[in-house]
């Protein structure tokens, strides 16, 4: 190499270290971005410490991912949670025996089975319980939970109490879920800091891929979050959460954020246009073919135990609101795959859109179903219930 042509390299390595150099104390001086929105993101690890003394709503579960705490009863912005000796939302315990003056109906699902924001005696599956004497609805609904941890708490838990029908609660935005493992893959700014199990397809099948974590505090280390439940997480961004040596630079973790954002801005559901979500119930999304095949499989389960499976479709505002527009339903495939495997379902969002005619939607949905909302879905539930289980029910 001759003198010459190592002094223009010389030159052209620090027209770039100084065009880097410009480059990030103009990002710093500018900040398009929020620092605390640049990547590497934070979680909430202080609320593990409190989950692994076992002193929160939500606890951690090594099969299940997290469930609900037994005999807790907490405040949250806008209701107070409270939870029996057997883990589900009510104000009263069960016997594992049913009882002789009526069915019993058991409820899985997420935060809308779960009825959060509101208060217990306002959910729609105490509503139910209250209109019908002698028959019980047992709500083992979990914030925050896909099909198939519902599934799974079935198995775990459910059988046991020998309901006559099965509720399997699904939200239109729970087909994302099927393909998260670590929450805040999915939504960084949860209050769930917690893994979940997913299934994978296989075949005609479905294998199970349980998660790792043996204590909630496992998941204080960002870096064994990502080698461990990155893999098989399709929110998952490599980098998300754990942090390296070229994360001192600004520009650099702008650089990645821009990257991140624009994989997945258009794909998050922003409740606000019902349209957001239709690119997951494509016939290719992985996402659609295993909520289908966890639902039909929950619902195989529940009748060769000699109940009656029903899968409850709630829908989001936008869906509610979509519906008024005369728009199609972006779930329609979903409907379409259990009614061809036999599988029923109330598509409760229905029921919102005859009651919202009468007190706008505003009034019957927030982030989740307030008050007026509960009561609408359980208003003519019951009778809707009736006929489809008269086979495995005694309806009094």
Same mark, same amino acid.
Not at 57 to 81: C, E, H, N
Not at 271 to 285: C, F, L, M, V
Not at 324 to 338: A, F, I, M, N, S
């Given at each position: 190499?001759?003198?010459?042509?190592?002094?223009?390299?010389?030159?052209?390595?620090?027209?770039?270290?100084?065009?880097?150099?410009? *480059?990030?104390?103009?990002?710093?001086?500018?900040?398009?971005?929020?620092?605390?929105? +640049?990547?590497? +993101?934070?979680?909430?690890?202080?609320?593990?410490?409190?989950?692994?003394?076992?002193?929160?709503?939500?606890?951690?579960?090594?099969?299940?991912?997290?469930?609900?705490?037994?005999?807790?009863?907490?405040?949250?912005?806008?209701?107070?949670?409270?939870?029996?000796?057997?883990?589900?939302?009510?104000?009263?315990?069960?016997?594992?025996?049913?009882?002789?003056?009526?069915?019993?109906?058991?409820?899985?699902?997420?935060?809308?089975?779960?009825?959060?924001?509101?208060?217990?005696?306002?959910?729609?599956?105490?509503?139910?319980?209250?209109?019908?004497?002698?028959?019980?609805?047992?709500?083992?609904?979990?914030? *925050?939970?896909?099909?198939?941890?519902?599934?799974?708490?079935?198995?775990?838990? *459910?059988?046991?109490?020998?309901?006559?029908?099965?509720?399997?609660?699904?939200?239109?935005?729970?087909?994302?879920?099927?393909?998260?493992?670590?929450?805040?893959?999915?939504?960084?700014?949860?209050?769930?800091?917690?893994?979940?199990?997913?299934?994978?397809?296989?075949?005609?099948?479905?294998? +199970?891929?349980?998660?790792?974590?043996?204590?909630?505090?496992?998941?204080?280390?960002?870096?064994?979050?990502?080698?461990?439940?990155?893999?098989?997480?399709?929110?998952?961004?490599?980098?998300?959460?754990?942090?390296?040596?070229?994360?001192?630079?600004?520009?650099?973790?702008?650089?990645?954020?821009?990257?991140?954002?624009?994989?997945?801005?258009?794909?998050?559901?922003?409740?606000?246009?019902?349209?957001?979500?239709?690119?997951?119930?494509?016939?290719?999304?992985?996402?659609?073919?295993?909520?289908?095949?966890?639902?039909?499989?929950?619902?195989?389960?529940?009748?060769?135990?000699?109940?009656?499976?029903?899968?409850?479709?709630?829908?989001?505002?936008?869906?509610?609101?979509?519906?008024?527009?005369?728009?199609?339903?972006?779930?329609?495939?979903? +409907?379409?795959?259990?009614?061809?495997?036999?599988?029923?379902?109330?598509?409760?969002?229905?029921?919102?859109?005859?009651?919202?005619?009468?007190?706008?939607?505003?009034?019957?949905?927030?982030?989740?179903?307030?008050?007026?909302?509960?009561?609408?879905?359980?208003?003519?539930?019951?009778?809707?219930?009736?006929?489809?289980?008269?086979?495995?029910?005694?309806?009094?």
């Amino acid at each position: 190499m001759t003198a010459r042509t190592a002094r223009r390299l010389s030159a052209i390595a620090f027209g770039l270290v100084f065009g880097l150099l410009m *480059g990030e104390i103009a990002v710093r001086i500018i900040s398009p971005v929020k620092p605390a929105d +640049l990547l590497p +993101l934070s979680y909430d690890e202080s609320g593990l410490d409190r989950i692994a003394a076992h002193d929160t709503y939500i606890t951690f579960d090594p099969s299940l991912g997290w469930t609900v705490s037994k005999g807790m009863s907490r405040a949250s912005t806008q209701a107070v949670y409270t939870s029996n000796s057997a883990g589900m939302r009510s104000l009263r315990e069960y016997s594992l025996a049913p009882p002789e003056t009526g069915p019993r109906l058991a409820a899985f699902g997420d935060s809308f089975t779960h009825c959060d924001d509101v208060e217990n005696d306002e959910c729609w599956t105490a509503q139910l319980e209250g209109d019908m004497p002698g028959v019980e609805v047992l709500n083992f609904g979990v914030s *925050g939970y896909a099909p198939d941890q519902a599934w799974l708490r079935y198995q775990q838990e *459910g059988r046991a109490y020998k309901p006559c029908a099965v509720l399997m609660g699904f939200m239109v935005e729970n087909v994302n879920r099927m393909v998260n493992r670590f929450r805040p893959f999915y939504q960084p700014d949860t209050g769930i800091t917690l893994a979940k199990p997913r299934f994978l397809i296989q075949g005609d099948g479905l294998e +199970l891929l349980p998660i790792p974590a043996r204590s909630p505090l496992d998941y204080e280390d960002p870096a064994w979050v990502e080698r461990e439940l990155g893999p098989h997480d399709f929110w998952y961004y490599p980098g998300m959460f754990a942090g390296s040596v070229w994360d001192l630079s600004t520009f650099v973790r702008l650089g990645k954020t821009v990257a991140y954002q624009r994989k997945f801005a258009s794909l998050r559901d922003d409740n606000e246009d019902a349209s957001d979500i239709a690119w997951a119930y494509q016939p290719n999304s992985e996402g659609l073919e295993i909520a289908s095949r966890v639902l039909i499989q929950f619902a195989r389960q529940v009748e060769a135990d000699g109940a009656t499976p029903v899968v409850l479709i709630f829908g989001r505002k936008s869906d509610v609101v979509a519906m008024r527009h005369g728009e199609k339903k972006v779930y329609e495939p979903l +409907l379409q795959r259990l009614n061809k495997a036999n599988v029923s379902a109330i598509d409760l969002t229905e029921r919102l859109f005859e009651a919202q005619k009468r007190s706008g939607v505003e009034r019957l949905i927030d982030k989740h179903y307030r008050a007026l909302g509960n009561a609408a879905i359980a208003d003519g539930m019951a009778r809707r219930l009736q006929k489809i289980t008269a086979s495995t029910c005694r309806w009094p």
